[in-house]
């Protein structure tokens, strides 16, 4: 049974640096794709940042416009985590951040929830003064 377990969100001022984990449990997860989405209120759930296998153990990272140059996604694979450090926080990346898995190598779209085959519970990243 596949699991994850988001961490570390919690309030921060603008300009802050602020990392969140993904604890993934149930198998392994070198070959697929591990992702951060976030959700604020009203809004729908957006894409942040992936973590993807290409092959012979090529990675990429891919982030969204807003976060680019901001944020960094890594992973520690014998830890079975990926994480989402975060800088120059501002009050507009206010969400609860979301950890997500999509099996394999191919997406139609890496930004869309729907490629997404599991989910965490999400944990609260609040920036304000």
């Known amino acids: 049974q596949v699991q994850l377990v988001e961490s570390g969100g919690r309030l921060v001022q603008p300009g802050d640096s602020l990392r969140v984990s993904c604890k993934a449990s149930g198998r392994t997860f070198s070959r697929d794709a591990m992702g951060w989405f976030r959700q604020a209120p009203g809004k729908e759930r957006e894409f942040v940042a992936v973590?993807?296998?290409?092959?012979?153990?090529?990675?990429?990272?891919d982030y969204a416009d807003s976060v680019k140059g901001r944020f960094t996604i890594s992973r520690d694979h014998a830890q079975n985590t990926v994480y989402l450090q975060m800088n120059s926080l501002k009050p507009e990346d206010t969400a609860v951040y979301y950890c997500a898995v999509k099996s394999g190598r191919y997406a139609s779209s890496w930004a869309s929830v729907l490629e997404y085959d599991y989910w965490g519970q999400g944990t609260q990243v609040t920036v304000s003064s």
């Open positions: 973590h993807r296998w290409s092959n012979s153990y090529v990675y990429y990272a």
